[in-house]
């Protein structure tokens, strides 16, 4: 599949794959930006995607990112419609006691392109019933 990328900033990286069989696509940041323990700022990646009709872009984080540094998205996973034609803006949160540095260049999440479904919502009075029922929050666990 392919997805158009266009550069907005003279610092901006293509997504790209770390491995064959990755499933997520690296995302660079644009700028350096510090981020202070307990706080989240906004960082540029300096790239507007157009995803394919039926597809959504998924922002997760990156895992030695969020386990050495204790960066993550404040949003947990961000969703871009495919008719944003906007800048991919990550705000990463430190979950960490520390101030951290995010150098224009460095991976600060990935990107995981996925097809999706719309849905027709329907009222109705009555749900089918299952085993698990209205068991929630840990219902199914010991």
């Not at 009222?123 to 299952?130: H, M």
Request: with cysteine.
């Amino acid at each position: 599949m392919e997805v158009h990328v266009k550069k907005l900033s003279e610092n901006a990286r293509l997504p790209a794959y770390s491995s064959a069989y990755a499933a997520g696509a690296d995302l660079y940041a644009a700028e350096s930006v510090k981020v202070p323990a307990g706080e989240t700022r906004l960082v540029h990646t300096g790239i507007a995607i157009e995803l394919p009709l039926g597809t959504v872009g998924l922002i997760y984080a990156r895992s030695g990112l969020a386990s050495k540094q204790d960066l993550a998205p404040a949003n947990k996973v961000g969703v871009i419609d495919c008719d944003y034609r906007g800048e991919l803006i990550v705000a990463l949160h430190n979950h960490g006691g520390s101030l951290r540095r995010v150098n224009a260049g460095d991976r600060i999440a990935q990107l995981v392109i996925a097809p999706y479904y719309t849905a027709v919502f329907s009222e109705t009075e009555e749900l089918s019933e299952t085993v698990r029922g209205e068991g929630g929050f840990g219902s199914t666990g010991k």
